[in-house]
């Protein structure tokens, strides 16, 4: 009761990473508030799915292992969090913002009467004064994340309904092991008890994915361009550096929106999160939504021809001139040096 609840996404056995890196934050978020953290876990073929989330220190696991749960659909699905949650009454449930989540999270908020906040970029423990109503509330979810067009950075608070839900977008939280000896408790539930017949109408008979052609995500160097950088042109010098120095390419959403740069390669808000070992924002001009996607880089090189660009004050070295100028000077410098 009054516990943090994250779900986890299962694939093909395994748990996804925006799981695990829910899992590293709920237990920070469970610490403060001095509860447990618990897991679920839908789909069929789960025996393996303990080991992979107990050393996130998850302290108990609820199983719903049925062949007719997997793959993901959405009336079976929500049905089980839904009755969950009306069993346990949690205070705060977590899942990615994927496209699971995003059709789940919804669904399960509206049932509940619970309110939802999507694509946080942040999540932390905090008070709030409702000085109209007199209240003061302790302990509440600060749901955070950009909001008007990335203009603003919003904290949403829910104060009354529980369970206290956000969805959070892959990378934006670290994932951190806390003990891989830790151990909790397997509570294995029939999903007959929780799922009508009904709910079981839709099967999926053929499903075909296609995997990314990048992997920006996990590239430990990104050099990324934005609308300032011009055409397309001047983005093959992106992929000539990059090339160079063994990285990847991104853009901003300006980018892409301008046909520069297809939409898989677009870091921020509305895109791929990363933290790379070393990011090199070329023509970017810093907007809230992108520099979400971002900042948490260990090494930022802004090169930009204007010096009050927003990005320069989060750069760790800045360059000033276009990139025409400096990417070829960088790539002939990094080839002379690494001879």
Known sequence: MNNLFVYCEIEDGIVADVSLELLTKGRSLAAALGCRMEA?????NLDGIARQVFPYGVETLHLFDDVRLSPYT????TAILVKLFEKEKPQIALMGATSIGRDLGPRVSSALGSGLTADCTSLEIGDHEDKREGKVYRNLLYQIRPAFGGNIVATII????RPQMATVREGVMKKEILDAAHTGEVKRHDAGKYVEATDFAVSVIDRQ???????????SIIVSGGYGVGSKENFQLLYDL????????????????AGLIEHERQIGQTGVTVRPKLYIACGISGQIQHIAGMQESAIIISINNDPNAPINAIADYVITGTVEEVIPKMITYYKRNTK
Do not use: F, Q, W, Y
């Open 40 to 44: 679920v876990a839908i789909g069929h």
């Open 74 to 77: 959405s009336l079976p699905h």
């Open 158 to 161: 829910n104060p009354e309904c």
């Open 209 to 219: 994915m296609e995997k990314s052609k990048t992997n920006i995500k996990g590239s």
């Open 242 to 257: 990059a090339a160079v120095i063994g990285g990847e390419v991104g853009g901003s959403r300006a980018a892409v929106d």
